[in-house]
């Protein structure tokens, strides 16, 4: 059975960046697609984007454009998100999910962002 | 940008049947799921491609589409059904994914 390990907990203050990482164990499948969401506290699901861990090519929601850049490395298994100029306002849990078989199917346990100077 | 609209809190008693509805325009071209988030936990899939239920998930969830409206049925609420339900697809282009707003369903 699949599962994404996920970091516990960041804290980061306000303009630097922050990178989380997502590992795959329980198969050895390196093409596959991953999801980034994230959550503030007490808000809903909001997407980020998601990336082809087999070559790399990620598309972005517009809101983070410019600010994220998400990719993998297929010898460890392990997906990662880069988050810059960081705000308050990116205090939120990142989940990662991935694709195969199915969309969403499998997700991390999410990392506790807190930005905070 | 594109949005998916949900109705915000259902309450129900036990062995009530909850239908939680989700309105998008593309939603007659893409393709929908359904995610069931408990408190301080990650969300998990309950139903994908508007109709098809992963094989752990129980009997009781279901899902259906029509027009642009999908809606998840729970069939006979259990206590540990309380939870936040959102639902999820895609812009038009298909290469945008989004999430709804969520609905919290209490069962009292």
């Known amino acids: 059975q699949v599962h994404l390990v996920q970091p516990g907990a960041e804290v980061k203050k306000p303009g630097e960046s922050v990178k989380v990482s997502c590992r795959t164990s329980g198969d050895t499948f390196t093409m596959y697609y991953m999801h980034w969401v994230r959550q503030a506290p007490g808000q809903g699901l909001e997407w980020m984007g998601i990336i082809n861990i087999g070559d790399g090519i990620a598309s972005y929601a517009e809101k983070f454009r410019g600010r994220v850049t998400m990719s993998g490395d297929t010898s460890t298994a392990t997906a990662y998100m880069e988050l810059r100029s960081l705000k308050s306002e990116d205090t939120a849990v990142y989940y990662c999910?991935?694709?195969?078989?199915?969309?969403?199917?499998?997700w991390g346990q999410g990392t506790r962002v807190t930005v905070s100077s | 940008s594109y949005e998916l609209r949900q109705s915000p809190s259902l309450s129900l008693s036990p062995g009530q049947t909850a239908r939680i509805t989700c309105s998008g325009d593309?939603?007659?071209?893409?393709?929908a799921s359904w995610f069931q988030q408990k408190a301080g936990q990650a969300p998990v899939l309950v139903i994908y491609?508007?109709?098809q239920r992963p094989f752990e998930i129980p009997e009781r969830f279901s899902g259906s589409i029509s027009g642009t409206t999908v809606t998840l049925t729970i069939s006979g609420v259990q206590p540990e059904d309380e939870a936040d339900y959102y639902c999820q697809s895609t812009d038009y282009s298909g290469v945008y994914f989004v999430f709804g707003g969520g609905t919290k369903l209490t069962v009292l």
């Open positions: 999910a991935r694709d195969g078989p199915i969309k969403f199917g499998t």
């Open positions: 491609k508007e109709t």
């Open positions: 593309a939603l007659t071209t893409r393709s």
